[in-house]
């Protein structure tokens, strides 16, 4: 089983309101990802990281920002939320030449 | 550049009937392949990969087999169950390459 954990798992919250998504694995994978998975199901990258002070955006363009302080912690964050931004986000992780490990995804909602 | 093309959903089946989920590539060189499952209200887990071609990945009851010739790598089960309902995902990665490419994900409605 994976140790790759998401909170929170559900999320409505008011337009304008700052939010931080959190991503945290355990078992030292130096690259990590955010996919933002509309309700088509279709999976966009939005951000990566291959290691500590390592970010780069993906290929759908996003108004979030991300981190990487820590190997574990992987946090997104909306610095002001709008109803477009209602999407299901996923976190993944992996290390070189193995396969991505996916957390259960935080639903948010903005109303 | 890279990319992978999923046969539309929903796939709708009885249970204990044959599945194949149709699944096409196109990218540089050897790429790795994947197949991901997403239960509803979870994320995605690995269901079997592929490395190399001619490579058959199996897992569940599931196997795909890697066929450079014609670019594909198509999920197939023998007799699907209930529990299999779920969003399947074909993907690839390149090698030295850090991001996946998805499909668009095929939807299976397995009815008793």
């Known amino acids: 089983e994976a140790d790759i954990y998401q909170t929170p798992r559900y999320l409505v919250i008011g337009t304008g309101k700052k939010i931080t998504l959190e991503c945290s694995q355990t078992?030292?994978?130096?690259?990590m990802y955010w996919y933002q998975q509309d309700p088509g199901m279709e999976l966009h990258l939005i951000h990566y990281?291959?290691?500590?002070?390592?970010?780069e955006k993906g290929d759908l363009s996003s108004e979030s920002t991300v981190s990487r302080i820590r190997t574990e912690h992987f946090p997104l964050t909306l610095e002001s939320a709008r109803p477009s931004h209602t999407s299901q986000y996923l976190c993944?992780?992996?290390?070189?030449?193995?396969?991505?490990?996916f957390g259960q995804g935080t639903r948010l909602t903005v109303v | 550049g890279d990319s992978v093309t999923q046969m539309e959903g929903p796939v709708t089946l009885s249970e204990e009937a044959f599945l194949t989920i149709n699944c096409t590539y196109t990218?540089?060189?050897?790429?790795?392949l994947f197949w991901y499952v997403q239960y509803p209200g979870e994320g995605l887990q690995l269901l079997l990969k592929?490395?190399?071609?001619?490579d058959k990945g199996s897992n569940k009851g599931f196997e795909a087999t890697y066929r450079k010739e014609t670019t594909s790598f198509h999920l197939e089960k023998g007799s699907v169950q209930v529990s299999d309902s779920a969003v399947y995902f074909c993907?690839?990665?390149?090698?030295?390459?850090?991001?996946?490419?998805f499909g668009t994900g095929t939807r299976l409605l397995v009815s008793p």
């Open positions: 993944a992780s992996r290390l070189e030449g193995s396969e991505a490990f």
């Open positions: 078992m030292g994978h130096d690259k």
């Open positions: 990281s291959y290691g500590v002070n390592s970010t």
């Open positions: 990218a540089t060189g050897y790429p790795s």
């Open positions: 592929a490395t190399k071609a001619d």
């Open positions: 993907a690839l990665r390149r090698t030295g390459f850090q991001k996946l490419v």
